[in-house]
């Protein structure tokens, strides 16, 4: 997998700075609560053409990431 930097921005001027899909409007929050619902890749991918695996695996890692960035600074 490429770098997350080249599957996912942030910028102040979309959705309010939130982390999104490069080049969409589709927030890593947006797919994690579709996976959380219950949606299959297959059907996000389905819903959502301008996504592909790479970018729902990038979201993941991201949300990993920033999780275990939280438990550090906690710590």
């Known amino acids: 997998m ?3 930097a080249s599957y996912i921005s942030i910028n102040p001027e979309i959705r309010f700075g939130k982390p999104c899909i490069k ?3 589709i927030a890593i929050a947006d797919i ?3 996976l959380a ?3 299959s890749n297959e059907e996000i991918l389905d819903n ?3 996504l592909t ?3 729902i695996q990038a979201a ?3 949300a990993a990431n920033r999780e275990a960035m939280i438990k550090m ?3």
């Open 53 to 55: 695996i790479e970018h």
């Open 37 to 39: 619902s219950g949606m």
């Open 32 to 34: 994690l609560q579709w």
């Open 23 to 25: 080049g969409t409007r």
């Open 48 to 50: 959502y053409p301008s």
């Open 2 to 4: 490429n770098t997350l």
């Open 60 to 62: 993941l890692t991201f």
């Open 73 to 75: 600074v906690a710590a």
